[in-house]
């Protein structure tokens, strides 16, 4: 959220160790999303109603600018129960001290209702109907279906459950995380949670417990009948849409009413070996916060990296339009590789020879493990060589490649990870999404956020994310590379390329 000027964040943390467990809410805060600094926990646990975890959950402004936190406890008996915190003295813009509400838990499981009080967690931030009541979300499942259910209340202290959830879906599991927003029908502006408006669409994210994705669908929201109707065509679960196809989870949003525009922000995992992970003493990060806005067609959400982030760029490389011939590569000298922005924008032309996709349904995950960065291609794979060490024993591809799929051009963006380490023990699966663009009339362009243990990567001006963690062992410090590469029979035209090296953001 952001509170007075500064934003603060607030994550799952373990204080006792690098793997999950005795989990407080810790809290860091910035003035611009890039530089941190971080504080005692905000939420531990210190109630019966969350001796056991502060689990995760959302804050809300109230009117008057007042932030409040709902939020997971686990009770004595390992129920989940939901809690209310406020700022102990709101005229500190740190918000360093956090109170609860004497009366927690304020929502709970019960014979009566039917909860299932083991899966019931993860409030969302609340939002205001026209009746004025206040409403919030709780993730759950009754066996498989994936539940949100919805509470009221005109005073954030007695919440009453709805007759019916907001919205709830067959086969998808476990929700956490539910994320219910507004979203503007034409251009970037952000809403408040709690607007509305003939103008407007709703999304409802869901975090799906059982594939660790972030699934998201586009649709209406009725007031009156407070329920959410995902709009024609939108597919609900594992196989629609998602706001990264890599590695990203338990994300959330926020309205930035310092400068109207909606965040999210999402949590990556590591790849590496729980071993790995108590070794290196720290596990999970999270990803650039990214602007969120509705596309043109409103079939899906657009993401770019918050502006803020262009602070940390220096040494500007810039090419000029160049050809980049079949089976090339070229490497991208004057950037520090393994700290780095770089944004591509290709052209192509010999769209006659690509290769033939015959049946009907294509998973693209798969198709890009098939077809990794090194089977030559006919237009593509091309792209990124991002961590790649001297002879290329090591390397992280992200990349196009396009197809033809019963007479129409389909564009497959990947990120390789089959080659991204010679440590075995890390997860190294290769990730994909089609990109909805027609390379005939479009350029298809590529950004990667390249930091050390992760590649960020941004397709068609963000209509595809796919983020990676990876551990080279080989390509690391001063002995990363970076390239552009064509493994492709056609040639591809580069008609701008700009990198920078990133320095390093300031967290104390
Ligand atoms: O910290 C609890 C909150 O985190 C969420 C969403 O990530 O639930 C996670 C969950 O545990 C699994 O995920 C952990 C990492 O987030 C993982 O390390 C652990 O091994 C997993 O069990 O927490 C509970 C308890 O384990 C489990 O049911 C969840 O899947 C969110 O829903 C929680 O509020």
Known sequence: MVYKGIYHLFYQYNPKGAVWGNIVWAHSTST???????????????QQADINGCWSGSATILPGGKPVILYTGIDPSERQVQNLAMPKNLSDPYLIEWAKYPKN???????MNRINGSAFRDPTTAWQGPDKLWRVLVGSRDNRVGVAYLYKSKDFDHWTLAEEPLHSAEGTGMWECPDFFPVKTDGFEGLD???RGKRVKYVLKNSLDETKHDCYTIGTYDVVKDKYFPDKGMVE???GLRYDYGKFYASKTFFDDEKKRRILWGWTNESSSVKDDVLKGWSGIQAIPRTVWLDKSRKKLLQWPVKEIEKLRENQVNWPSKILEGGSKLEVIGVT????????SFQVSDLKNVEVLKEKHYNPQLLCSKNSASVRGGLGPFGFLTFASNCLREYTAVFFRIYNHRNKHKVLMCSDQSRSSLNKHNDNTTYGAFVDLDPAREKLSLRSLIDRSIVESFGGGGKVVISSRVYPTLAIDNQIKLFVFNNGTANVKITSLNAWSMKKAQIS
């Open 237 to 239: 679960g594992d196989a």
């Open 105 to 111: 838990p304020l929502m709970l499981a019960t014979p």
């Open 337 to 344: 590789a393994g700290q780095a922005d770089v944004e591509v």
């Open 32 to 46: 611009d999303l890039v530089n941190w600094i971080s504080h005692k926990p905000a939420i531990f646990p210190s």
């Open 193 to 195: 949670t709690s607007a």
